[in-house]
């Protein structure tokens, strides 16, 4: 079977997107090294900070599309080091909920302003309206991918 036109549009949307991962998640290890983190951590620490309560593992790894295991790892050495602690979880006992410690959410405020220094720097010559426009299509296109079950 041959792409349609639209195909073979998404298919070049879907390379550049997996290009722009892998440049995103360098330019997070590049910021968030002076806290003594990674993107990884970042990213599992702004997923409890995004929903703004509590998260069981398994609910961290759904929200980002992680694997859970990984995210496990990544809670263990997070709680190794202070930033996140895990609290009893009556519903399921072996799921705990991790929630971000005091010395989680100083971290998660220093990589914020280097963050915002970031995106601004990038945003600058950019429409507002491009941007959401673009955000609303990967928001579709992610939604079409999980509905498809592939």
């Not at 722009?20 to 997923?47: D, E, H, I, Y």
């Not at 809670?75 to 190794?80: I, Q, Y």
């Amino acid at each position: 079977m041959k792409r349609t036109i639209e195909g073979e549009a998404l298919t070049a949307l879907i390379l550049e997107t997996f290009r722009l991962n892998g440049v995103l998640l360098a330019a997070g290890n590049k910021l968030t090294k002076p806290m003594g983190m990674t993107s990884a951590r970042w990213q599992v620490m702004g997923a409890i900070d995004e929903w703004g309560q509590p998260l069981t593992v398994a609910q961290i790894a759904r929200r980002m599309g992680l694997a859970r295991q990984g995210v496990q790892r990544i809670v263990n050495d997070l709680e190794d080091q202070g930033l996140v602690t895990l609290e009893e979880n009556l519903d399921h006992k072996r799921s705990p909920f991790v929630t971000i410690s005091e010395a989680g959410h100083a971290v998660m405020i220093e990589i914020g302003k280097a963050q915002a220094a970031w995106v601004n720097a990038l945003a600058e010559g950019l429409s507002e309206q491009g941007i959401r426009d673009a955000l609303k299509l990967l928001e579709i296109v992610r939604d079409r991918t999980e509905q498809t079950g592939v």
